[in-house]
């Protein structure tokens, strides 16, 4: 005992006299070493917390794979008040290493208590918008929710619905997945029909022609029933969340049953809203319908004291009339019409290419699309505020325009073409 006593007596004095030579040091090779030396001291005496402290501080000297290997070893010998104490500082980190020294760094978090995990993925997310970092928080959350009752279930949810509200600085398929994740985890584990409808909701907003979301629609069009008893006395607000989705839905009979379901649930509220459309039967009176609607709303757009609420619904009456028409030539009308508002007025520049490229996959050969494509780009590279970003848009707007005169014999066209990539050459890409 007197030996053990000793042992710590020395050992403390040399951790103070280690300490005290940090704080003197100017040179970082001198200040990594003692750091090291204090880890280890620090580890010896128990001291688990200040052992991760040095750890830490070498890292922001140095951030060395050999570093964050000691880092992960000690967290795993640390408990989890220590680990959930440490979670924002070593989050700090989140942008180095690969995913494999992170999925080490997770497991080690990971006990009988997933909440320090969960508080590092989540810190590490919102610092590095990692996908590694989202499918983590997500995975512990899962086990989390399978486990947890009463508050700790309700909080736990939150937490569930933030990781996949904050999930817009990934990739569209990565969030196209996270989602679908979410929705296959809400509707068959814990049976959370809202957080169902909430989910599905977005993934059908934000999938595209490359991504199909027929069968997520078909799900949700099924359970629309039972929502409409959660949703009693709160129907608008389900009619919403419906009415989001309906321009996306591409498939012509799943529509058909949306809208159906729509009108059955606007009837018991009085909502006249869908009384514009005709009965989804009669599908050449439902496009004019459409079309009188969007007449309509272009006046109401081009008043004096039109707003941003009045585009955007005018946008809606688009996508809806672009999703219900068959004719590509009639498509490609409100098609431009669609993506010079969103340039033009709403100055949402990437929506508008978005909508002028779906329009080429339609009519590669239309000139005027090709033509609004290239304003477009230069659009977005003239309001690009990164030098960086900006570069890369005016050579895609250069390179667009060299396509277009190559591509058509139209003189005025080809003229026009050279005389953009002239001028972007000479004013915007010089010294690229």
């Known amino acids: 005992m007197l030996l053990k006593r000793v042992s710590e007596r020395r050992r403390e004095k040399k951790i103070s006299k280690t300490e005290g030579r940090i704080s003197k040091s100017q040179n970082d090779k001198e200040k990594e070493r003692l750091l090291k030396e204090l ?93 590694i970092f989202a499918r ?15 508050e700790a279930l309700s909080k736990m949810k939150e937490i569930y619905v933030t990781v996949i509200t904050e999930a817009g600085e990934i990739s569209r398929e990565d969030q196209l997945d996270l989602l679908l994740r979410a929705i296959h985890f809400t509707r068959s584990t814990i049976g959370d029909e809202m957080m169902y409808l909430d989910f599905a909701v977005k993934y059908i907003i934000l999938s595209s022609v490359e991504r199909d979301s027929a069968e ?14 959660l949703f009693v006395g709160k129907e608008e607000l ?21 809208l159906k379901k729509m009108r059955d649930i606007a009837r018991l509220v009085s909502d006249k809203r869908y009384e514009k459309y005709a009965d989804s039967s009669d599908e050449a009176n439902d496009i004019e319908a459409l079309k009188k609607n969007c007449t309509s709303s272009e006046l109401k757009a081009k008043t004096k004291d039109a707003n941003k609420a009045d585009l955007q619904i005018l946008v809606g009456d688009y996508e809806r009339l672009i999703e219900a028409l068959q004719s590509p030539e009639e498509k490609l009308v409100y098609i431009r019409k669609l993506g010079t508002l969103f340039r033009d007025r709403l100055e949402e520049y990437y929506r508008a290419l978005d909508v002028f490229e779906e329009g080429l996959k339609l009519k590669s050969d239309d000139i005027s699309l ?30 667009h325009y060299h396509t277009i005169a190559e591509t058509f014999e139209e003189q005025e066209v080809k003229l026009t073409a050279i005389e953009k990539c002239a001028m972007i050459h000479a004013e915007r890409l010089t010294g690229v």
């Not at 810190?123 to 990692?130: G, I, L, N, Q, T």
């Not at 078909?218 to 409409?228: A, H, K, N, Q, T």
């Not at 009415?243 to 996306?248: N, Q, V």
């Not at 977005?380 to 250069?398: H, Q, V």
């Open 238 to 258: 389900l009619l919403d969340k419906l009415d989001a989705i309906l321009p996306k839905i591409q498939e012509v009979e799943g529509r058909r049953l949306l």
């Open 39 to 131: 880890g280890h001291l620090k580890e010896e005496n128990g001291d688990f917390g200040g052992a991760i402290r040095a750890i830490i501080e070498r890292l922001k000297i140095s951030t060395s794979n050999e570093t964050f290997e000691e880092l992960i070893d000690i967290c795993g010998k640390a408990d989890d008040s220590i680990r959930r104490a440490f979670s924002k500082e070593i989050a700090r980190f989140a942008g180095e290493f690969d995913d494999y020294h992170w999925k080490r760094m997770v497991l080690e978090y990971s006990s009988e208590d997933s909440n320090p995990a969960i508080d590092l993925v989540l810190d590490c997310y919102r610092a590095s918008h990692r996908l």
């Open 216 to 229: 997520v629609v078909s799900d949700l069009v099924e359970r629309i029933d039972r929502y409409i008893v």
């Open 370 to 399: 090709w033509l609004v494509k290239g304003m477009t780009l230069e659009k977005i590279a003239r309001n690009e505020s990164d030098p960086d970003k900006a570069s890369i848009f005016w050579k895609k707007a250069y390179d």
């Open 136 to 150: 983590a928080a997500l995975e512990k959350i899962e086990e989390a929710l399978i486990g947890e009752s009463g």
